[in-house]
């Protein structure tokens, strides 16, 4: 697996509907064939928005999804101050990897858990 940051095209390949806005992020891919297996990103609306994408067959490796969010995290770390999520009640991982990545739950709101994820001296 190697981690890059992510392209148009990989918004395109996993449907990701960028909303016209701008999406940094970064994207993880098969080393061997080229195929992206996940994105994470943050949409610039007002406020920030982190969101993911992965494929049915990157959960067939728990330790690339480690690697990825930390990168994720660190990656968030070096370009935003707040960053804002919802994690996807059709996938029961999604409040554990936020927390992974360094959110912390703020409320709960009309679309669900909110959470919010703030820029640290940690890094």
């Known amino acids: 697996m190697t981690i890059r940051p992510v392209t148009p095209m990989d918004l ?14 970064r994207a993880i891919a098969d080393r061997v064939t080229g195929e992206v297996l996940a994105v994470g990103g943050v949409c610039h609306t007002e406020p920030y928005h982190a969101f993911s994408v992965m494929s049915p067959e990157m959960k067939r490796y ?29 996938e029961p991982n999604s409040r554990a990897i936020l927390e992974m990545a360094g ?21």
Do not use: C
Request: charged residues 25%.
């Open 12 to 25: 395109v390949n996993l449907n990701i509907d960028s909303l016209g806005k701008t999406v940094r992020g």
């Open 62 to 90: 728990p330790k690339a999804i480690v690697s990825f969010t930390r990168e994720f995290e660190s990656f968030m770390q070096r370009y935003y101050e707040v960053v804002y999520a919802i994690p996807d009640p059709l």
């Open 103 to 123: 959110f912390r739950h703020l409320y709960d709101g009309p679309y669900g858990p909110t959470f919010k994820w703030e820029k640290t001296d940690r890094h």
